[in-house]
């Protein structure tokens, strides 16, 4: 990517999304953001994963949550994104496709950027190294913290097992995640399940 030769570029665009996330996001999710980058650096390093392309994609990663309902949908129809039926009925998984076709235009990150954006609501089976850490450090970046002592206790767990094993700790979060759209009897997008299928088959096909 022509834009990521030099770190002086790398801090430029990173300064570039910063602005516009300040703008267009909540300050709370403007922190999640900013601890999501730092999350996506520390996981790259572990994982080999490129950090400068980490930092850009972590920081960027919400940047269309924060449509409304109706903006969302005309975004997707102006835009020629596809939506299925899970994603009609529950529209605040679109952010991903949306904030990913931002990036592309607005930023011009690269197909594997753009993955990993769109990815990190469901999962996809198609996952890269990209894609799985900013899942994971989406779900467990500093500025996350439950009252909750059960939840907050998951929270110590999965921020482990995330500097252990990063298959194991997407398998984590999106097992958190299937328990709880189940308790309250909502609808499970298939690309949860398919990724959830995919990483427990890489993984017992690694151990034969
Ligand atoms: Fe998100
Ligand atoms: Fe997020």
Sequence with gaps: MEI???DSEVDDLLKKI??????????????????????????????GV????????????DIGEELSKEEKLSYCEKNGIVIDDTERLNVGLLHGKIGADICKRRYGFTT???????????GNEHMDKLAKVIFVADKIE???????NRKAEKLEV???????????AVLFEIDES???TISKKELIHI??????????IDNKAEKK
Excluded at 142 to 148: A, I, L, P, S, V
């Design 142 to 148: 500093e500025n996350r913290k439950y009252k909750d």
């Design 50 to 61: 490129n950090a400068n392309i980490a930092k850009l994609v972590g920081l960027a990663h």
């Design 178 to 180: 299937l328990e709880y």
């Design 112 to 122: 594997e950027m753009q993955n990993a954006i769109k990815y990190h609501t469901t």
């Design 18 to 47: 910063d602005s516009d996330i300040k703008k267009e996001l909540s300050e709370k999710r403007y922190n999640h953001s900013i601890g999501v980058m730092k999350k996506a650096e520390e996981l790259a390093k572990i994982y």
């Design 191 to 200: 690309d949860s399940i398919l990724t959830r299928n995919r990483i427990i």
């Design 4 to 6: 990521l030769k030099k």
């Design 158 to 168: 999965a921020r482990k097992l995330a500097k252990e094993n990063l298959d194991m």
